[in-house]
């Protein structure tokens, strides 16, 4: 089994920075996809980030590309969202998801599907 636990959320100002983590418990999450969602109660679920298991691939959404930074700590098991020049547009439940991926196309990736373990999520607030 896997277990993930996002920490790192909180309140900022615009233009702000915050860095997520997600830490995963279980060998098995190592060879993974380790992906970055998130969400806005009343708007689809958005993927936002999104690294291999070898950590040689990631992927961005147009949102996120420029700002944010995706990275693993192999050591720990424990994959970052580093983001930047944060809007209040930023302002979701971020959830870290990983998941044994077949296709690797961004699309794919980002898309959601495919992920068998999910953590909790933490709020990141961004006030103008």
């Known amino acids: 089994q896997v277990h993930l636990m996002e920490s790192g959320g909180g309140s900022v100002q615009a233009g702000g920075s915050l860095r997520l983590s997600c830490k995963a418990s279980?060998?098995?999450?190592?060879?993974?996809?380790m992906t970055w969602f998130r969400q806005v109660p009343g708007q689809e679920r958005e993927g936002v980030a999104a690294?291999?298991?070898?950590?040689?691939?990631?992927y961005y959404s147009d949102s996120a590309k420029g700002r944010f930074t995706i990275s693993r700590d192999k050591a720990t098991n424990t994959v970052y969202l580093q983001m930047t020049s944060l809007k209040p547009e930023d302002t979701a439940v971020y959830s870290c998801?990983?998941?044994?991926?077949?296709?690797?196309?961004?699309?794919?990736?980002?898309?959601?599907?495919?992920?068998?373990?999910w953590g909790q999520g933490t709020q990141v607030t961004v006030s103008s």
């Open positions: 998801a990983a998941g044994d991926l077949t296709n690797w196309s961004q699309s794919s990736v980002l898309g959601g599907d495919g992920y068998v373990y």
């Open positions: 279980g060998d098995s999450a190592s060879k993974m996809w």
């Open positions: 690294i291999s298991g070898g950590a040689t691939i990631t």
